[in-house]
């Protein structure tokens, strides 16, 4: 496997598709089959802050309904507790252990000019850590994101906010693909900054314009040549969403935030929802 770090771009910037070209929202209306009215929308996890914007129909859907759904409960204070935990190698291990002379070089100039420390401070981590850094470090802005935002809305009306997935299992997905070929993708794409900058801006311009089929398209090219970590990192979840919604929904109205990347394609939330008996409709300004 050969498309971690890949997988972790997509993830971050969330990118998705959808069943259709002519349904292009961010935001979708989940009805019918024994459920409360409630809503999806694709989240940004991190974008530019000055491409961020929050607009009134997400506003609205939060307004409209009675507990709020994440990937995680972001706003538990041991959820941060145990990402740091399980962000770490295991005891006495080292990350410099699954890289060669040249990579460790590669990572710890990079990390140094961009960051301000080296790979010493992160010898300890797994190498998602590092990948996350180095996503945002090329992203080269002050980001926002809309989990943060979300939860902000959602409490200042004194709602709940839970998770879908705990941490550990989150974090568990990373696994899928050995340490050392996890620092291969970096290094491959550290290689190519230039691609990559490109490569976020296309997205960023995507997702603003909600422009649907432009993002599928972008995320199956993501995934081509590992279709068995697009099952794990998408499909596999996705598929597990649908029975968690249809129990979560089944008393109140809910808003779901989750990944963009999450939303399309045949085994994507949208159409499993639609399989699955649920009317999805999407709301659009």
Do not use: C
Not at 10 to 18: H, P
Not at 85 to 110: F, P, V, W
């Amino acid at each position: 496997m050969k498309n971690t770090f890949k997988a972790f771009v997509a993830l971050i910037l969330s990118t998705f598709s959808l069943v259709a070209q002519e349904e292009s929202s961010l935001l979708w209306k989940v009805e019918g089959n024994g459920i409360k009215p409630s809503y999806v929308f694709g989240t940004f996890h991190l974008i530019p802050e000055e491409d961020f914007e929050f607009k009134d129909k997400v506003d609205k859907a939060i307004k409209d309904t009675e507990i709020t759904v994440l990937e995680l409960d972001m706003d538990d204070p041991q959820m941060m507790v145990s990402m740091q935990k399980l962000a770490q190698l295991e005891d006495g291990k080292k990350l410099s252990s699954y890289m060669d002379e040249e990579e460790y070089k590669i990572l710890d100039t990079y990390l140094t000019e961009h960051m301000g420390v080296g790979m010493a401070a992160f010898n300890t981590f797994k190498p998602f850590t590092v990948s996350s850094m180095i996503t945002i470090s090329m992203m080269g802005k002050q980001t926002k994101s809309y989990e943060t935002e979300i939860i902000a809305r959602t409490k200042a009306a004194q709602k709940e906010v839970i998770g879908l997935e705990t941490p550990e299992f989150q974090i568990g997905v990373f696994e899928v693909q050995p340490y050392d070929e996890q620092i291969d993708q970096v290094i491959e794409y550290l290689e190519d900054e230039e691609k990559v900058a490109t490569m976020f801006d296309d997205m960023i311009s995507k997702y603003k314009k909600e422009d649907i089929q432009g993002l599928y398209s972008a995320m199956n090219e993501t995934f081509e040549m590992d279709p068995a970590l697009q099952k794990a990192l998408l499909d596999d979840r996705n598929i597990d969403w649908i029975g968690k919604i249809g129990t979560i929904s089944k008393d109140q109205k809910v808003f779901y935030g989750v990944g963009a990347g999450h939303l399309g394609g045949d085994q994507g939330v949208i159409n499993l929802l639609r399989k699955a008996g649920y009317t999805v409709t999407p709301i659009v300004e």
